[in-house]
């Protein structure tokens, strides 16, 4: 068999089951030759008995061996249970194989041998395409960044070669690129979740559930197990960890789709109510958690399946312990709006009592107001009076309020007839000056436009009659309180907003909000001019 005189050279190791590396001096200290010579030189003998000791099930005593062997092993009827349990010629091949590549190269390398055998990946690639890890084994369920991020070398001297004289050595293509996080070569993302799941049981899960549901690998890997392998005693092996640390799983991105999933697709209906005692035992807990805003989108989503009377009022009353906390947080206003709008009053009452409670701190803050306008429109009999008799009394204050103003508009877009009357009776004089405010404004645009005719032809004669009316015409809010008094006027009141507009055409075109004014005349084909 003649030596290839471009291969560097290189020995298997004297003992198979040592991986410490062994480091070869640069091949331009030895020149080479037709046949090697020297100390690092090996027989034919010696590497083919190498070989045959490798593949105890190939037909050769070629290493060509090996890699039959691995799918062998892969491919039996009786697969084994786990990577810990290889023995034998298999083990040993995977030992060498780990310690040829952590020394620089395998046999297809650098430092391969020559020969027939050089385009043979016995690293840990060839084990990956076997169905094997191509890890220690004894970390599978360790989910750390080193248990994640398999060893991901190449083929040495395909990738990393600059020696033209090496090009016609390699005969197949370099491995396609592995997986960022796996080191599986050539495997689609669902074939390694779908090993990895098959490597789980609920022995081997057991103290680990919270690691790896909080992992981005690990938890598809469980969602898997869940999807395709969920018996009752692998949900109750499951629960007690889940159930001890709902809080750390919740606030995580990955932990909360597990329990999402858990919940929705495979507990039953005991399994539920438990994990919402388990939730709501201390109402802190669960109020920190909605805090979050992972823990606020997971629990409106653990809401939505609550499916007993028992389970709604187990949430509701830890959550009405801290509404008014709540209703002023941006993720936490979520948690409780979803309460609100969906569950039955009957549910809510103890929330409503205290947002009529701490009524003007709900109603003039930026969240705060949000909550208090679905708590008038979901409320009944004597609550929702006493919530709509706070805004009356407070509606002034409100109206000129940044957010306090959405809530006097919305208590005007529920059009109760009562209400509207006492609102208008309240804000008789103010009309004028609310209409130069800037927050107030919108307020007097809402009455205008669904008051009705008869509240809002009054509020347009009080404008009028005002010695100061001309001055909204050229206000920078004011004209568009004249634009929505144009819009829902009509006769005689119609007629006197546009003798006002008539007189003050001229000083109007000269100004840019009196110019608002007169373009919308113009869009709709209103003469104005006297």
Request: glycine content about 6%; some cysteine; overall charge neutral.
């Amino acid at each position: 068999m003649e030596r290839n005189p471009y291969s560097r050279p290189s020995q298997p190791p004297e003992n198979l089951s040592s991986a410490s590396p062994r480091r070869f001096p640069p091949a331009e200290i030895y020149p080479q030759t037709h046949l090697m010579t020297g100390p690092y030189a090996a027989s034919e003998e010696t590497i083919e008995s190498a070989f045959a000791r490798l593949a105890p099930y190939a037909q050769t005593t070629s290493f060509n061996g090996l890699h039959y062997a691995l799918h062998a092993a892969a491919s039996a009827a009786e697969p084994l249970p786990s990577p810990m349990a290889y023995e034998g010629e298999i083990q040993r091949a995977l030992v060498w194989a780990q310690a040829q590549s952590a020394n620089g190269g395998g046999f297809s390398g650098p430092h391969s041998f020559p020969g027939p055998h050089r385009n043979i990946n016995v690293g840990p690639d060839a084990a990956a395409a076997a169905g094997y890890p191509p890890q220690n084994p004894h970390l599978l369920l360790a989910p750390t960044q080193d248990s994640m991020n398999f060893h991901q070398r190449r083929d040495f001297c395909n990738a990393g070669c600059d020696d033209y004289r090496c090009s016609s050595l390699h005969g197949k293509e370099p491995y396609p690129p592995l997986s960022r996080n796996t080191g599986f070569p050539s495997l689609p993302l669902d074939h390694q979740y779908e090993w990895r799941a098959k490597q789980l049981t609920p022995a081997n899960m057991r103290g680990r559930i919270v690691s790896l549901a909080n992992d981005q690998i690990w938890s598809r890997v469980l969602n898997l197990k869940l999807e395709t392998g969920s018996s009752n005693e692998l949900i109750e092996s499951i629960l007690p960890e889940v159930m001890a640390s709902l809080g750390d799983l919740l606030r995580n991105q990955f932990g909360g789709d597990f329990v999402q999933k858990l919940f929705v697709s495979c507990c039953n209906e005991d399994q539920r109510t438990r994990i919402i005692v388990a939730l709501t035992k201390s109402p802190l807990q669960l109020i920190n958690i909605c805090y979050n805003s992972l823990g606020a989108r997971g629990v409106q989503n653990l809401l939505q399946h609550l499916t007993t009377p028992q389970q709604i009022s187990l949430v509701v009353s830890a959550l009405g312990l801290g509404c008014i906390a709540l209703a002023t947080d941006p993720n936490g206003l979520y948690v409780m709006q979803f309460c609100v709008n969906n569950f039955p009053g009957e549910y809510n009452k103890h929330v409503f009592n205290e947002v009529a409670a701490n009524f003007f701190k709900i109603a003039t803050h930026r969240n705060g107001c949000c909550l208090l306008q679905s708590c008038v429109e979901k409320s009944h009999g004597e609550t929702r009076k006493r919530l709509i008799g706070q805004i009356l009394a407070n509606g002034v204050d409100l109206s000129q309020d940044p957010f306090g103003n959405y809530v006097v508009q919305h208590l005007i877009g529920l059009r109760i007839q009562e209400v509207t009357e006492d609102l208008l009776r309240r804000f008789r004089g103010r009309f004028w000056s609310f209409s130069c405010d800037k927050f107030a404004s919108n307020v007097v645009e809402k009455f205008l436009t669904e008051s009705g005719e008869n509240c809002c032809a009054a509020i347009i004669m009080e404008l009028l009659s005002s010695p100061n009316a001309s001055a909204l015409l050229l206000h920078q809010f004011g004209n568009f309180v004249v634009q929505s008094a144009l819009s829902a006027s009509k006769g005689q009141v119609r007629d006197g907003l546009l003798d006002l507009i008539k007189l003050n055409a001229p000083s109007m075109q000269s100004n840019m909000y009196g110019k608002k004014i007169l373009d919308w005349l113009e869009k709709r084909r209103i003469p104005y001019n006297v």
